[in-house]
């Protein structure tokens, strides 16, 4: 067994040759080419815009979602959205609803890098049976409609909530994740550096959280950045059929509950879409420059 | 002579090409079968996986009394412990016997098969004039690459990738069928258009297809566009397109029958591929417009929570999606020779 410290030293020694960028300058040269594509900047603002405004939602919204006034009242200096059918301030839930869409999309995403991490690499170093399992299911999983099978899970649960949809959106969604860490992780097992951490002695698991993962990580960030509009959307047209939390202000439920008022007052419906629009608009700019920039070759 | 032998060869060729590719259908055809096995674990799992039983979940709300509940999980089999009731299902599957619905109290299989047609309609015009569409756009946009065109059509297309396709159809409805009444609100036709002459009633079908059709062109021409742009653009740096080119062949030809034809590959494997999330997206679209298709049916299905229907569907909504993917499989190996049958 060789001690953690040699291990460290033959690194080092292998770092200095390719001479390596520190993380902060590689970090700092992403972002460089990133800055360059005025697209990937507009996405990132809309990005940024999303998060800050749900992070301090209490503060900006003009008032609270249980407020309620004079109902569907037209966009005035009172109200800038208008209110809804129930007298509440559509502004206020606009800004409230981000927070629900920022959730599911994190939220979903996250539990999708999970389950696409542990199942592709369990996929990729075991090989074999295992593999060819693994590897069908999530062809099947990929090749049916996504949506069938969130309406299938989610209408069986007598509780409609957000965290149902969350949950089941993630554990639906790891299988492209999964053939990419695999087919990623196959390869970087070939590569020399990987040899030469296995011959200084370094255990499967060391070699797998220490060499090969940092190795993933681009594509994986990319990856998820490029489903989080997709759970977004998703998670709305969910809510939008009837499968959310009324009471939620959820963009998808400001759709469903405003359409019917839609000839009388056509605002209810317009700011919660275009919300939502813009929103997915900046992630899908922020995920092609992020591709671009981090030259991740993932489906277009 | 060398001429004869050339021939001799070529058809002996596509002998051993028609052998293997007829082994490859059969083994494909088989490989559906334990496909098949899966897809049906999964939807049974996925409907299994809420907590409670299905019977009670489709009575939420409904008052009920507690015999009929027995009665239906008897009959459904629920009463059974669960890999009892997976086997049950699964047997019944093999003969064909898809269950039964609670709420139209009619086998889900002509449930299914009257609604295949409007959905097939609707998906066929809406892909075909996608696919044009994409492709005569993705192809200006690549051999002008950075030009106004392409800038702005890809601009565009980004937009229609990011648009949601049921608010757009919400606006749509509202603005151009009820405020101003150029299209019909929703449904396949006008009431009493039976009994009108066939030319209108044919008309007034068109009318009533415009606008689902038109919002699905929007969102799938966006996202075939980014695929015939990216396609192309692979395509034009490849050396026998420089070869082309130095033969002095006009420019026309070169990108229209050189180029296209290995652009046209990807972009239909990718539509084939696709048939399940076309299929979704077209739900949706169903469901605002009361046009009564399969993805209509789904969502219908699945706000009554009527569980045997939601089974059924799903296993031959699965089915059609299998054998989609299978004849674009088969459909690439006959368009590329290239091909390895593995």
Not at chain 2, 308 to 330: E, F, K, Q, W, Y
Request: with cysteine; net charge positive.
């Amino acid at each position: 067994m060789v001690s953690r410290s040699q291990e460290k030293s033959a690194l080092a020694r292998a770092k200095r040759e390719v001479h390596k960028p520190s993380r902060a300058t590689r970090l700092f040269i992403t972002w460089r080419k990133l800055r360059k594509s005025v697209l990937a900047v507009i996405g990132f603002g809309i990005v940024l815009t999303v998060a800050v405004g749900s992070l301090l939602a209490p503060i900006i919204a003009p008032y609270d979602i249980q407020w309620s006034g004079a109902s569907r009242r037209p966009p005035s200096m009172e109200n800038f959205f208008g209110t809804d059918n129930r007298g509440r301030d559509m502004l206020s839930l606009v800004i409230y609803g981000a927070r629900i869409s920022l959730y599911v999309g994190l939220g979903a995403v996250l539990i999708e890098i999970f389950f696409g991490l542990t199942i592709g690499m369990i996929a990729g170093y075991f090989g074999g049976l295992i593999d060819e399992i693994l590897m069908r299911i999530s062809d099947v999983v990929l090749t049916l409609p996504q949506l069938m099978l969130l309406l299938l899970a989610v209408s069986m649960f007598r509780v409609r909530g957000l965290h149902v949809i969350v949950i089941v959106m993630g554990a639906l969604g790891w299988p492209l994740m999964a053939r990419v860490v695999r087919s990623e992780f196959l390869s970087l097992r070939e590569t020399t550096y990987v040899e030469a951490a296995k011959s200084v002695g370094a255990t499967s698991w060391r070699i797998i959280i220490r060499h090969i993962l940092p190795n993933i990580l681009s594509t994986i960030v990319v990856l998820a950045t490029m489903d989080i509009p997709w759970y977004i959307f998703y998670e709305a047209t969910l809510t939008f059929l009837g499968f959310g939390d009324p009471s939620s202000p959820s963009w998808g439920v400001l759709l469903q509950q405003g359409y019917l008022y839609t000839m009388s007052s056509w605002w209810i419906i317009t700011f919660p879409g275009l919300a939502l629009f813009l929103t997915s608009l900046g992630f899908n700019l922020f995920g092609d420059g992020l591709r671009n920039a981090l030259d991740v070759k993932v489906r277009e | 002579m060398s001429k004869a032998r050339a021939k001799c060869t070529v058809t002996h060729a596509s002998e051993v090409f028609s052998m293997t590719l007829r082994t490859y259908v059969i083994r494909r055809l088989i490989l559906i079968i334990p496909t098949f096995f899966l897809v049906s674990i999964i939807i049974f799992v996925l409907i299994h996986l809420a907590p409670g039983d299905p019977v009670r979940a489709m009575f939420v709300g409904r008052p009920v009394s507690p015999e009929v509940v027995d009665r239906i999980r008897h009959e459904l089999g629920i009463d059974q412990p669960i890999y009892t009731q997976y086997l049950l299902w699964l047997g019944r599957l093999l003969r064909a016997d898809f269950g039964y619905s609670y709420i139209y109290r009619r086998p889900v299989v002509d449930l299914v098969g009257e609604r295949i047609p409007l959905t097939l309609e609707l998906m066929l015009i809406a892909n075909g004039v996608s696919l044009v569409v994409a492709v005569f756009l993705g192809v200006l946009a690549a051999v002008k690459q950075y030009s106004i065109t392409d800038v702005l059509s890809s601009l565009a297309a980004l937009i229609g990738y990011s648009i949601p396709n049921f608010w757009i159809a919400l606006l749509a409805m509202a603005f151009l069928s009820v405020q101003l009444g150029i299209f019909p609100v929703s449904g396949v036709q006008t009431m009493g258009m039976k009994f009108a002459s066939p030319f209108h009633a044919l008309y007034d079908h068109l009318l009533h297809l415009v606008l689902p059709t038109s919002i699905l062109v929007l969102g799938w021409t966006a996202y075939l566009f980014r695929i015939v742009r990216s396609a192309m653009l692979d395509v034009l740096m490849q050396d026998y397109i420089v070869t082309a080119r130095a033969k002095g062949l006009r420019e026309r030809i070169v990108i229209y029958k050189h180029a296209l034809r290995n652009v046209m590959l990807p972009v239909v494997t990718y539509t084939g591929y696709s048939i399940g999330y076309l299929l979704a997206g077209a739900a949706v679209i169903e469901y605002i417009f009361s046009w009564p298709g399969l993805g209509q049916f789904w969502v219908s299905s699945a706000a009554q929570r009527d569980y045997p229907t939601l089974m059924g569907i799903s296993v031959i909504t699965a089915l059609m999606v299998l054998v989609a993917n299978l004849c674009t499989d088969v459909a690439y190996a006959l368009v590329d020779p290239r091909i390895r049958y593995d």
